[in-house]
């Protein structure tokens, strides 16, 4: 085939044709290899549409839950499905926040580690003391020795803060 501009060699019309994949469409393929009942579908569409280019989940359950407009929904049914949503790829995908998204990340690491214990501690307990690089305090807190706050830190540094990017 020749070119557009009349030059000779290979042409492919599929990837003029083409558009790349954002996260949503790789989102909405592996919900299509899920089995999702009709209901729960509904609410995985609505949640991976709301999901920003960085990976976050922008709105709150309430507010899916007017966008569904359905009153025979309830947050809960909203949680559960964003929860099978976290686990896809990438890894803390449609989390809320930063330290959701990194305990999202940490808790799907396949081998976890005691420093990967303590990074999950470190962002359900102490993340705002991280936010200010207070490690004293998050020793204190927590226990934890120089050494095992050092690995846990170097834990959390290993994560993407942004999942979609």
């Known amino acids: 085939m ?5 030059e000779e060699g290979d042409f492919d019309i599929f990837t003029q044709q083409s558009r790349p994949e954002t996260l ?21 569409t609505t949640i991976v549409d709301a999901i920003d280019a960085d990976g976050y989940l922008g709105q709150s359950c309430e507010e899916l839950l007017e966008i569904l407009g359905d ?9 559960t499905v964003l929860h099978r949503i976290q686990a896809l ?35 359900d307990h102490c993340f705002t003391a991280l936010s200010r690089n207070d490690l004293e305090r998050i020793q204190r807190q927590l226990g934890l020795t120089p050494e095992a706050l ?10 993407h803060p942004r999942p979609g990017s």
């Open 2 to 6: 020749s070119r557009p501009g009349g």
């Open 71 to 79: 009153d025979k929904l309830t947050a809960a049914a909203i949680e």
């Open 24 to 44: 949503q469409d790789f989102l909405h393929w592996q919900l299509n290899l899920s089995r999702l009942d009709g209901t729960d579908l509904a609410i995985a």
């Open 89 to 123: 790829d990438p890894p803390g995908v449609g989390a809320r926040n930063l330290a959701e998204c990194l305990r999202i990340q940490l808790r799907q690491r396949p081998d976890p580690t005691m420093a990967t214990r303590d990074a999950i501690a470190i962002c």
């Open 150 to 159: 050092a690995a846990a830190i170097n834990e959390i540094r290993s994560l």
